[in-house]
């Protein structure tokens, strides 16, 4: 009976619970090979799985390189890709690269120091390949094509322009024609779909192909695009007199600044949400030139005319008696002989005449003489030369329209009521709305002010929460970094968590009372799971009551443990089963 207390304390102390770390390993020291390799696969599983999502959450986003490139440039591109050590990919239809983001700017710059991409459209580097003993038309046919080839890729940098092609007509120079010819341009654009051009971007084309070829005038210039439609004309009038997209942007700005003028002055007193402004602007986009000459009449020294110069000429002719008549043969004919005259009353010298010769003297007509002047006065002319040249885009016309919520009144209850303005402060917002907008009535300006309610509904913001795509690119990355994060916990909740809880070890069943006796383990070993004596035990009347009893009250022990811990009992049926 003495060894028996020793060998119950041995027992006690094999039995003496090891710390849960060397537990767990030697139970996965005892595991069999195939949990083992089946629990290393799990852990390579969850910790390629953690690895994998943070590579994914933190990959770079790949942007267009280049996009529509011939196959030729694409393997020179993907070579030098290659060598600068660049991950790259392929769209699905083909003919764009694609590059991390972070090294787009630095492979442009790389690769255009290269000269890639060449396009397939050659240009000035055909005259870089110029053959020994070429002719003369064989550089000029070169010469063209490169020019062909340069102008085709400026016009292909356009946003909207897919491909180009540009077919130039250069006429041979002759010194035997009088008449100079000029050459011709003609550019086939493929645009985009859902693409075409403006207006302005035709003549930019057009100005573009007649400054890079010499004496290229504009109206040789055609465009064509692919569907056949000319979208150049050699009318350069009808081109002008078509409505100018320019103009529409101005007016654009012109009102929006308005507007702008009249909210910000009356948001101090209104609130910024609670005014609505629109002003419509009649604008004057002709072309008017006047050249005027005006003379005033000034030609009296009264009227302080300034004598620019004068001149008087006087001339006096003395003729003979006898000159007169017409002439005929009379005075045609010679002279005759000259014939004494008798005196008859021969008056000496120095006496006075008498009365009969002074009648004599009068009734004889006085010898003629013939008297002219002439005076020529030039005056300053009064001249007025006046040229006026109008500028375009005069206002004409202001319409505006101005709406002004009802005033926000909140009572003691906290209830919000609207209260219109009054008529002084309606006056006061019109006046001040005249004076941001420089209201010119002689000019036929309108305004028009009105206080109404604003509906909940126009309250809306100008970028909606869900629309902003500042919003978008942090919901992308926060649900990459959820989807790792649920992935990660699904494989450690429903695979190695169970697998780790099966190598717990088994709780300890509490000591169960057995009214004093002391079951020894030859003792516990001699009932069977039903009650009964074992096959080759001890069946005495009383170590068969002390055992039936013992079997009973463990059993209603262990009823009583499956009933208030399930999860213990279920590991210890798990360890059972699994040995």
């Known amino acids: 009976m003495a060894t028996v207390p020793d060998e119950a304390n041995t027992t006690k102390k094999a039995a003496a619970p090891m710390s849960a770390t060397a537990f767990k390993l030697e139970q996965l020291r005892q595991l069999p090979n195939q949990k083992k390799i089946g629990l290393i696969l799990s852990l390579a599983a969850v910790i390629a799985l953690i690895i994998g999502g ?68 050659s240009g000035f580097e055909i005259m870089e390949n110029q053959k020994f003993g070429s002719s003369q038309f064989l550089e000029q046919i070169n010469y063209q094509r490169a020019l062909e080839g340069e102008l085709a890729r400026s016009v292909q940098s356009l946003s909207a322009v897919q491909s180009a092609r540009v077919h130039l007509a250069m006429p041979k120079p002759s010194v035997f024609s009088r008449d100079k010819q000029q050459p011709s341009v003609s550019v086939l654009v493929n645009l985009y779909p859902g693409r075409v051009l ?109 004598i620019r110069s004068q001149q008087t000429h006087e001339s006096i002719a003395t003729g003979s008696k006898f ?46 003489t013939d008297r002219k002047k002439e005076s020529t006065t030039n005056y300053e002319v009064d001249k007025t030369v006046q040229h006026t040249k109008q500028s375009t ?18 009572d003691e209850n906290g209830e ?16 001040l709305v005249k004076e941001a907008m420089g209201f010119n009535e002689k000019r036929g300006d309108s305004l028009t002010v009105t206080n109404s309610v604003f509906s909940d ?33 699904f494989f450690f909740l429903k695979i190695l968590r169970p697998f780790l809880k099966s190598l717990e070890p088994a709780p300890a069943v509490p000591a169960l009372a057995n009214n004093g006796a002391t079951n020894t383990p030859v003792e516990e070993a001699s009932i069977g799971p039903d009650g009964q004596p074992l096959p080759g035990q001890a069946t ?35 360890d059972w089963i699994s040995k």
């Open 323 to 368: 000159d007169g008549g017409i002439p005929g043969a009379l005075s045609n004919r010679p002279p005759e002989n000259a014939a004494a005259p008798i005196e008859v009353d021969k008056k000496k010298k120095g006496e006075p005449a008498s009365e009969n010769e002074d009648e004599k003297n009068k009734k004889e007509p006085p010898i003629p």
């Open 54 to 121: 943070l590579m994914w959450s933190q990959s770079p986003e790949y942007r267009v390189l280049y996009n529509n490139v011939s196959d030729q440039d694409g393997s020179s591109i993907i070579t030098a890709l290659q060598q600068m050590n660049v991950p790259y990919k392929f769209s699905e239809h083909g003919g764009i690269i694609l590059i991390p983001e972070k090294h787009i700017h630095e492979v442009r710059l790389k690769l255009a120091g290269q000269g890639l991409p060449k396009g397939s459209l």
């Open 198 to 306: 403006a207006v302005e971007q035709v003549s930019a084309i057009v100005h573009l192909m007649s400054s890079s070829v010499s004496n290229l005038p504009v109206k040789n210039v055609t465009i064509v695009d692919q569907n056949g439609n000319l979208l150049s004309t050699s009318n350069d009038t009808k081109q002008d007199t078509r409505f100018d997209a320019k103009q529409l942007e101005y007016i654009k700005e012109l009102e929006e600044g308005y507007i702008r003028r009249i909210e910000t002055i009356l948001a101090p007193i209104t609130g910024a949400s609670n005014v609505r402004a629109q002003v419509a602007a009649d604008l004057d986009f002709s072309h008017i030139e006047r050249a005027e000459e005006t003379y005033r009449p000034n030609n009296s020294e009264a009227e302080g005319a300034s």
């Open 540 to 574: 005495s009347p009383a170590m068969l009551a002390i055992q039936k009893s013992i079997y009973e009250e463990n059993l209603k022990q262990a009823r009583k443990l499956a009933l208030e811990e399930p999860l213990i009992v279920a590991n210890v049926v798990k």
């Open 457 to 489: 509904h126009g309250m809306s913001s100008d970028t909606i929460f869900w629309k902003d795509p500042e919003n978008i690119m942090l919901a992308k990355d926060f649900g990459k970094q959820f989807l790792v994060f649920v992935l990660v916990l």
């Open 416 to 431: 919000i009521t609207h209260e219109a303005l009054t008529a002084d402060e309606l006056k006061e917002i019109n006046n």
């Open 393 to 410: 885009g005069n206002i004409k016309r202001l319409t505006a329209a101005v709406v002004v919520n009802y005033r926000k009144k909140v």
